[in-house]
């Protein structure tokens, strides 16, 4: 099951977040999504669980809780094509002359 969790603090890293998951079952991964530029956090990332049940039970008890000094924002992780984010499909301001 893959995992989506927003309002991380900036200093949360992919150990820690692998941590706070492994208190509900097996992580296969953990990943903090980083600014191509800076290399600094964007403020989310992905959590891989093994065990969808795990998965439901961490997500449950893990949304809206405090970590690290901010609270989480957790959810079943969408497709990337299934975000709803049209901005780069075309359309737009564009003149025919």
């Known amino acids: 099951m893959n995992i989506y969790i927003s309002n991380l603090s900036?200093?949360?890293t992919s150990e820690s977040l692998e941590d706070l998951f492994a208190g509900?079952?097996?992580v296969s991964s953990a990943n903090i999504v980083k600014d191509r530029?800076?290399?600094m956090s964007r403020g989310f990332?992905?959590?891989e669980m093994i065990n969808d049940d795990e998965g439901n039970k961490a997500i449950e008890e893990l949304n809206n809780s405090d970590f690290e000094g901010k609270t989480l924002t957790v959810n079943i992780?969408?497709?990337r094509n299934?975000?709803?984010n049209d901005r780069h499909?075309?359309?737009g301001n564009r003149r025919s002359y």
């Open 24 to 26: 509900y079952g097996e």
């Open 82 to 84: 299934d975000r709803g």
């Open 37 to 39: 530029d800076t290399g």
């Open 89 to 91: 499909r075309g359309g």
């Open 10 to 12: 900036y200093d949360t």
């Open 45 to 47: 990332g992905f959590v």
């Open 77 to 79: 992780a969408r497709p």
